[in-house]
């Protein structure tokens, strides 16, 4: 079994910075791309950033310049760095990663985690 954790939301005043982490574990063989999502009440969820085995990056245009997607292959771990947060940047944040499992290495399959909250306030 293979589990997302996402560590690292909370609460911070418009322009302020956080830093999320999400950690996978369990039967892990390799892990292609990473990316974060958010989905803010009412909307649908969005990508924000993703990041490839090969450390290519993609963000959404909104966020640009301001998040920084990156990870740790030895821990299985991503992050985002946000920074100059905005209110309406306010949701549940989700981290998602195409897996293979130690038990099917030729088909890799998509895991969510259970989301953490940002909240920016103005």
């Known amino acids: 079994q293979v589990q997302l954790v996402e560590s690292g939301g909370g609460l911070v005043q418009a322009g302020g910075s956080l830093r999320l982490s999400c950690a996978a574990s369990g039967s892990i063989f390799s892990i292609n791309t990473m990316g974060w999502y958010r989905q803010a009440p009412g909307k649908q969820r969005e990508l924000v950033a993703s990041?490839?085995?090969?450390?290519?990056?993609k963000y959404a245009d909104s966020v640009e310049g301001r998040f920084t997607i990156s990870r740790d292959n030895a821990k299985n771990t991503t992050y985002l760095q946000m920074n100059s947060l905005k209110p309406e940047e306010t949701a549940v944040y989700f981290c998602?990663?195409?897996?293979?499992?130690?038990?099917?290495?030729?088909?890799?399959?998509?895991?969510w985690g259970q989301g953490t909250q940002v909240t920016v306030s103005s």
């Open positions: 990041i490839t085995s090969g450390d290519i990056t």
């Open positions: 998602k990663a195409n897996i293979y499992t130690v038990w099917a290495r030729r088909s890799s399959y998509l895991y």
